[in-house]
């Protein structure tokens, strides 16, 4: 607490003035809006120090009477007194004669922070004429700055000049342990914390610090031509470094080989096709890793259709060890949420290109927090401030930062910062065709560049110089001596036409500039000892097993509720639900009551299964194909980082999609069957709805099938509609007499057996055949079925095993 130690009053501001009473009566006033205060205050105090003593009558000693005392008591009494005393009678230290004592255990309480913003010592009061304070305004006169009077400042020294009053604070000394119990509410709960300042308290428990280094990096592909073949070099003797605690920026113009080092980096790409060494705590790469790595894409792949707190969670329930539960995995998805400053869009939806959602910077964090759940010890981020504004990709930049301090080693690729993101990394590696121009402390990037006689002429972004530089453009910087010694006047190759040496000179001077001045200093560096002991690291490099997060049927189970909830938003939308509905209505007028007691009516009937057989074998086609090119980049991100089985991941797609498949078609079957006038009987009815979800199944496993193995949409569609056609063809219906040659094609078609088991359905009591085929007990077409619900499912299945997981 703090206590009104001195008012003073200055007798000579207050002569010749007209309105004392007026100011006195304002005084008035706010000493009674005080008195008001402090009722409420003391009985908010008195219920708290009840419950108190109540809870911890054992344990504290009672607390003295003296430190109950609140500022806004002490505030009042004081100015109380000091009314009572117009001509001011103080003591011989300045204190108003009826103010109460205030010694070292009779004031209120003060915590450590609050004392030490102590104001000591008497504030002289200020004379002036009358009518410049009169012209004050009644808040100015006295004005008590609220923040000040809360933090244990002084009264504003702006209402002592106006009023002539001085006013000042001053404390009194405490034991520590008093000052820690004698009073419920402290000054540093009173206090409101900044929260913009205040950092996010990232995931610092134990993990395994990693040590990244890489050593002269190369990496060729093969361009295949229709003659022959092209090798290409992307990446050409790449050296760096880089420890946790660091935030270490990959730079460089478009087609540098950013994204593929960032990947050799990640063991997204295989390790055989590299040259040179790239080593984690001094050891290769290995498949045991992954649980430590966390990779974000440029492109932030997720479900549109989930929220952000689904996605989360889904992630934590499937990456997380098996010794957590679930309850704990969940809380762990909510801390996520807290630390990436996502409380306010966590039940949004994430949204795509179709569907509204969360903004840029949410879904860049959402990206993140996926591979931060798991508390990586490496992360690595393909331009995560790509498409953001420069205010939300500084707090993109800066949650690294926080992240790297956690004992995280962080590597970003980055294309144009600004000048404040440039200044954020510790480390910078700069690119230019594959080549390394720079790596050392981003600080020093620019001291570099001078001492090979490349520095900029104009005032200019950091970021923008070293891009021009590793594009060979040298407008608006200096030329290097050497460099100009080597342009031959009239040589078009090594001149421009500015006259300035051409960017294929300036790249390849930049390079055997670095390789002279640096590379070896690099070189030796890398060569050096990890920080941990030899044996420690060895020993938990050695200890990392690969490990699922969950069992098989827990991933089965997570994985077939997260695709009924991204799913089904598809299935119901109004457009599907009208098309199917609107067929049934068509197909029920246009064979309305039909007769099957006449041949007429018996064929017209026939067509009409024929049609039900045709629309559900080509419905679910072309709606499977889609299932996995859609969901290849996920299905790619996601087994790269290993959240799941394959087998897992195919069963619960594939079995997530048939309980929305069977409402629709149930609802089809409702609607055409009664207004058609097929056998009206519990038996037949409900053997057309199976037979129908029969057909449905298979036709879904072929389009799985074609969808898996091509993995194009264009080609799928086009493989997919020839397939179709064929099937309907062969189905029994147009061509009764098919040549012996072709007439195997009919038994590979679904819609041939779904037609002619909905014929023995039908007609199993009316006729012994129909249109040539024998009614019997459909036990070969059903079994042909089956097959072909299996058959097709595990070509799928093979398809996707063989399929590379690319990045």
């Given at each position: 607490?703090?206590?009104?130690?001195?008012?003073?009053?200055?007798?000579?501001?207050?002569?010749?003035?007209?309105?004392?009473?007026?100011i006195?009566?304002?005084?008035?006033?706010?000493?009674?809006?005080?008195?008001?205060?402090?009722?409420?205050?003391?009985?908010?105090?008195?219920?708290?120090?009840?419950?108190?003593?109540?809870?911890?009558?054992?344990?504290?000693?009672?607390?003295?009477?003296?430190?109950?005392?609140?500022?806004?008591?002490?505030?009042?009494?004081?100015?109380?007194?000091?009314?009572?005393?117009?001509?001011?009678?103080?003591?011989?230290?300045?204190?108003?004669?009826?103010?109460?004592?205030?010694?070292?255990?009779?004031?209120?309480?003060?915590?450590?922070?609050?004392?030490?913003?102590?104001?000591?010592?008497?504030?002289?009061?200020?004379?002036?004429?009358?009518?410049?304070?009169?012209?004050?305004?009644?808040?100015?006169?006295?004005?008590?700055?609220?923040?000040?009077?809360?933090?244990?400042?002084?009264?504003?020294?702006?209402?002592?000049?106006?009023?002539?009053?001085?006013?000042?604070?001053?404390g009194?000394?405490?034991?520590?342990?008093?000052?820690?119990?004698?009073?419920?509410?402290?000054?540093?709960?009173?206090?409101?914390?900044?929260?913009?300042?205040?950092?996010?308290?990232?995931?610092?428990?134990?993990?395994?610090?990693?040590?990244?280094?890489?050593?002269?990096v190369?990496?060729?592909?093969?361009?295949?031509?229709?003659?022959?073949?092209?090798?290409?070099?992307?990446l050409?003797?790449?050296?760096?470094?880089?420890?946790?605690?660091?935030?270490l920026a990959?730079?460089?113009?478009?087609?540098?080989?950013?994204?593929t080092?960032?990947?050799?980096?990640?063991?997204?790409?295989?390790?055989?096709?590299?040259?040179?060494?790239?080593t984690?705590?001094?050891?290769?790469?290995?498949?045991?890793?992954?649980?430590?790595?966390g990779?974000?894409?440029?492109?932030?792949?997720?479900?549109?259709?989930?929220?952000?707190k689904?996605?989360?969670?889904?992630?934590?329930?499937?990456?997380?060890?098996?010794?957590?539960?679930?309850?704990?995995?969940?809380q762990?998805?909510?801390?996520?949420?807290?630390?990436?400053?996502?409380?306010?869009?966590?039940?949004?939806?994430?949204?795509?290109?179709?569907?509204?959602?969360?903004?840029?910077?949410?879904?860049?964090?959402?990206?993140?927090?996926?591979?931060?759940?798991?508390?990586?010890?490496?992360?690595?981020?393909?331009?995560?401030t790509?498409?953001?504004?420069?205010?939300?990709?500084?707090?993109?930049?800066?949650?690294?930062h926080?992240?790297?301090?956690?004992?995280?080693?962080?590597?970003?690729?980055?294309?144009?910062?600004?000048?404040?993101?440039?200044?954020?990394?510790?480390?910078?590696?700069?690119?230019?065709?594959?080549?390394?121009?720079?790596?050392?402390?981003?600080?020093?990037?620019?001291?570099?560049?001078?001492?090979?006689?490349?520095?900029?002429?104009?005032?200019?972004?950091?970021?923008?110089?070293?891009?021009?530089?590793?594009?060979?453009?040298?407008?608006?910087?200096?030329?290097?001596?050497?460099?100009?010694?080597?342009?031959?006047?009239?040589?078009s190759?090594?001149?421009?036409?500015?006259?300035?040496?051409?960017?294929?000179?300036?790249?390849?001077?930049?390079?055997?500039?670095?390789?002279?001045?640096?590379?070896?200093?690099?070189?030796?560096?890398?060569?050096?000892?990890?920080?941990?002991?030899?044996?420690?690291?060895?020993?938990?490099?050695?200890?990392?097993?690969?490990?699922?997060?969950?069992?098989?049927?827990?991933?089965?189970?997570?994985?077939?509720?997260?695709?009924?909830?991204?799913?089904?938003?598809?299935?119901?939308?109004?457009?599907?639900?009208?098309?199917?509905?609107?067929?049934?209505?068509?197909?029920?007028?246009?064979?309305?009551?039909?007769?099957?007691?006449?041949?007429?009516?018996?064929?017209?009937?026939?067509?009409?299964?024929?049609?039900?057989?045709?629309?559900?074998?080509?419905?679910?086609?072309?709606?499977?194909i889609?299932?996995?090119?859609?969901?290849?980049?996920?299905?790619?991100?996601?087994?790269?980082?290993?959240?799941?089985?394959?087998?897992?991941?195919?069963?619960?797609?594939?079995?997530?999609?048939?309980?929305?498949?069977?409402?629709?078609?149930?609802?089809?079957?409702?609607?055409?069957?009664?207004?058609?006038?097929?056998?009206?009987?519990?038996?037949?009815?409900?053997?057309?709805?199976?037979?129908?979800?029969?057909?449905?199944?298979?036709?879904?496993?072929?389009?799985?099938?074609?969808?898996?193995?091509?993995?194009?949409?264009?080609?799928?569609?086009t493989?997919?509609?020839?397939?179709?056609?064929?099937?309907?063809?062969?189905?029994?219906?147009?061509?009764k007499?098919?040549?012996?040659?072709i007439?195997?094609?009919?038994?590979?078609?679904?819609?041939?057996?779904?037609?002619?088991?909905?014929?023995?359905?039908?007609?199993?009591?009316?006729?012994?055949?129909?249109?040539?085929?024998?009614?019997?007990?459909?036990?070969?077409?059903?079994?042909?079925?089956?097959?072909?619900?299996?058959?097709y499912?595990?070509?799928a299945?093979?398809?996707?095993?063989?399929?590379?997981?690319?990045?």
């Amino acid at each position: 607490m703090y206590i009104l130690e001195h008012v003073k009053v200055d007798e000579a501001a207050w002569k010749g003035v007209s309105q004392v009473s007026s100011i006195k009566t304002n005084l008035f006033q706010t000493v009674e809006t005080l008195f008001y205060l402090l009722v409420l205050e003391r009985i908010i105090i008195f219920a708290w120090q009840f419950w108190k003593k109540a809870k911890m009558s054992t344990e504290k000693p009672p607390l003295a009477s003296g430190l109950a005392r609140t500022r806004s008591e002490q505030l009042y009494e004081t100015v109380a007194a000091a009314i009572k005393s117009p001509h001011g009678s103080m003591d011989a230290n300045g204190v108003p004669a009826t103010a109460p004592a205030t010694t070292g255990s009779g004031g209120g309480t003060l915590s450590r922070k609050s004392s030490r913003r102590l104001m000591m010592g008497v504030s002289p009061g200020r004379s002036g004429g009358a009518g410049t304070h009169i012209r004050k305004s009644r808040s100015a006169q006295l004005k008590l700055e609220l923040d000040e009077v809360s933090s244990g400042a002084a009264l504003s020294r702006a209402s002592s000049a106006s009023l002539g009053l001085s006013f000042s604070f001053t404390g009194f000394a405490m034991p520590p342990e008093e000052i820690s119990d004698s009073n419920p509410f402290s000054d540093d709960e009173m206090i409101p914390e900044d929260n913009e300042n205040k950092k996010p308290k990232f995931q610092a428990e134990p993990t395994l610090p990693i040590f990244l280094k890489f050593k002269e990096v190369t990496y060729k592909v093969v361009i295949k031509k229709l003659t022959s073949s092209v090798e290409k070099e992307i990446l050409s003797g790449i050296n760096g470094s880089v420890s946790p605690g660091e935030v270490l920026a990959l730079m460089g113009p478009s087609g540098s080989g950013k994204t593929t080092l960032l990947s050799l980096l990640g063991g997204r790409i295989s390790q055989s096709a590299i040259g040179g060494s790239i080593t984690y705590n001094d050891k290769p790469y290995s498949k045991h890793l992954k649980s430590k790595i966390g990779f974000v894409t440029q492109d932030d792949v997720l479900f549109p259709h989930l929220t952000v707190k689904e996605t989360l969670t889904y992630a934590a329930r499937l990456r997380l060890p098996k010794t957590l539960t679930r309850e704990q995995k969940e809380q762990r998805a909510i801390g996520v949420i807290q630390e990436l400053g996502l409380e306010r869009c966590q039940d949004t939806m994430i949204g795509g290109a179709f569907v509204r959602g969360v903004s840029g910077g949410e879904r860049k964090r959402v990206s993140i927090g996926n591979e931060i759940i798991i508390n990586p010890s490496l992360l690595l981020l393909d331009e995560p401030t790509s498409g953001l504004d420069s205010t939300t990709a500084l707090r993109t930049i800066q949650m690294l930062h926080d992240i790297a301090e956690a004992g995280k080693t962080v590597i970003t690729t980055i294309h144009q910062p600004s000048s404040r993101l440039f200044h954020r990394f510790d480390k910078l590696i700069l690119l230019g065709r594959g080549n390394l121009l720079y790596f050392g402390k981003s600080s020093e990037a620019l001291d570099y560049f001078s001492s090979i006689g490349c520095s900029p002429l104009i005032a200019m972004n950091p970021a923008e110089f070293l891009l021009d530089l590793a594009n060979g453009n040298i407008n608006d910087i200096s030329v290097p001596s050497e460099l100009e010694d080597r342009v031959q006047v009239g040589n078009s190759d090594r001149e421009s036409r500015s006259g300035k040496p051409s960017p294929a000179v300036v790249h390849e001077y930049l390079v055997e500039a670095y390789e002279a001045r640096v590379t070896e200093q690099e070189k030796k560096k890398l060569t050096d000892p990890v920080p941990l002991g030899e044996e420690e690291a060895r020993a938990k490099v050695l200890r990392l097993n690969r490990q699922w997060g969950a069992s098989w049927w827990e991933q089965y189970c997570i994985l077939f509720s997260r695709g009924l909830k991204e799913r089904r938003h598809e299935y119901f939308s109004w457009l599907r639900v009208i098309q199917v509905l609107s067929t049934a209505v068509i197909l029920g007028l246009l064979w309305w009551q039909s007769d099957i007691r006449t041949p007429g009516g018996l064929q017209d009937q026939a067509g009409l299964l024929f049609f039900i057989a045709v629309f559900w074998g080509f419905f679910p086609v072309f709606t499977a194909i889609f299932a996995f090119p859609q969901e290849r980049a996920m299905l790619n991100k996601e087994r790269a980082a290993d959240m799941y089985r394959l087998s897992a991941y195919f069963l619960a797609r594939t079995t997530s999609d048939l309980p929305l498949d069977f409402i629709l078609p149930s609802l089809f079957l409702l609607v055409v069957y009664f207004m058609t006038g097929l056998r009206l009987s519990p038996y037949p009815f409900f053997l057309s709805m199976l037979t129908v979800f029969l057909c449905i199944i298979a036709a879904q496993g072929l389009g799985l099938a074609i969808g898996a193995i091509l993995m194009d949409l264009q080609k799928a569609t086009t493989l997919a509609s020839v397939t179709v056609m064929t099937f309907m063809l062969a189905g029994g219906f147009f061509v009764k007499k098919v040549p012996v040659f072709i007439s195997w094609i009919r038994y590979l078609s679904f819609n041939y057996h779904t037609y002619k088991l909905l014929l023995k359905v039908q007609y199993q009591d009316f006729a012994q055949s129909i249109n040539g085929m024998r009614i019997d007990n459909g036990l070969t077409e059903v079994v042909a079925l089956v097959v072909m619900i299996f058959g097709y499912r595990l070509l799928a299945y093979l398809s996707l095993r063989q399929m590379k997981i690319t990045t």
